[in-house]
T-cell receptor, first 114, second 112 residues
Framework: DAGVIQSPRHEVTEMGQEVTLRCKPISGHDYLFWYRQTMMRGLELLIYFNNNVPIDDSGMPEDRFSAKMPNASFSTLKIQPSEPRDSAVYFC????????????FGPGTRLTVT | GDSVTQMEGPVTLSEEAFLTINCTYTATGYPSLFWYVQYPGEGLQLLLKATKADDKGSNKGFEATYRKETTSFHLEKGSVQVSDSAVYFCGAGGTSYGKLTFGQGTILTVHP
């Protein structure tokens, strides 16, 4: 299997622009997670889906953040408008059956907002 | 909710030294426990796991034992290498529908 695929790997954008991050989970996995990692705040869970349905979005920092999962093989995390404090590495992960099974992480998208 | 507390870093060791990174958890149920490793510029990779009390997870010379009585899952390695330099995350999951709860991460640096 190719593992979890994220694109782009690096994104540099100006404040106020819309940013869309993409994720393809491992085929057959029914959970998908979006995380954000910064030096100051560490690893934060933003939102997760089960069978394409959002289960918990309490970690989404503001209304500027939105996530969708239109089908089992694709998810997006959108930031509109972006701000410099959104600069971070964003990870997508997928798993089977929930927390008793390990999560498989993608390589991450490094976002820089200037 | 669940919580995971890890030993604060950074941890700096010489090659071939013994490594321990402490991890304790708080959970209402009976979680599965995990150690993940993150190398520079990469995502988190599963290092080892244990799903019930007294289970020992092991991989690449690393070990951790699920201790229910002390709610701990300490990571150990008998002889570290420079290539083990990374960030290590302890995680607990399974009691809160679908999620893993991670500790704050411990930076390990191994010098030749």
């Amino acid at each position: 299997d190719a593992g979890v695929i994220q694109s782009p790997r690096h994104e540099v954008t100006e404040m106020g622009q819309e940013v869309t991050l993409r994720c393809k989970p491992i085929s057959g996995h029914d959970y998908l997670f979006w995380y954000r990692q910064t030096m100051m705040r560490g690893l934060e869970l933003l939102i997760y889906f089960n069978n394409n349905v959002p289960i918990d979005d309490s970690g989404m920092p503001e209304d500027r953040f939105s996530a969708k999962m239109p089908n089992a093989s694709f998810s997006t995390l959108k930031i509109q408008p972006s701000e410099p404090r959104d600069s971070a590495v964003y990870f997508c992960a997928s798993s089977l059956v929930g927390g008793h099974r390990e999560q498989y992480f993608g390589p991450g998208t490094r976002l820089t907002v200037t | 909710g669940d919580s995971v507390t890890q030993m604060e870093g950074p941890v700096t060791l010489s090659e071939e030294a013994f490594l321990t990174i402490n991890c304790t958890y708080t959970a209402t149920g009976y979680p599965s426990l995990f150690w993940y490793v993150q190398y520079p510029g990469e995502g988190l990779q599963l290092l080892l796991k244990a799903t019930k009390a007294d289970d020992k997870g092991s991989n690449k010379g690393f070990e951790a034992t699920y201790r229910k009585e002390t709610t701990s899952f300490h990571l150990e390695k008998g002889s570290v290498q420079v290539s083990d330099s990374a960030v290590y995350f302890c995680g607990a999951g399974g009691t809160s529908y679908g999620k893993l709860t991670f500790g704050q991460g411990t930076i390990l640096t191994v010098h030749p």
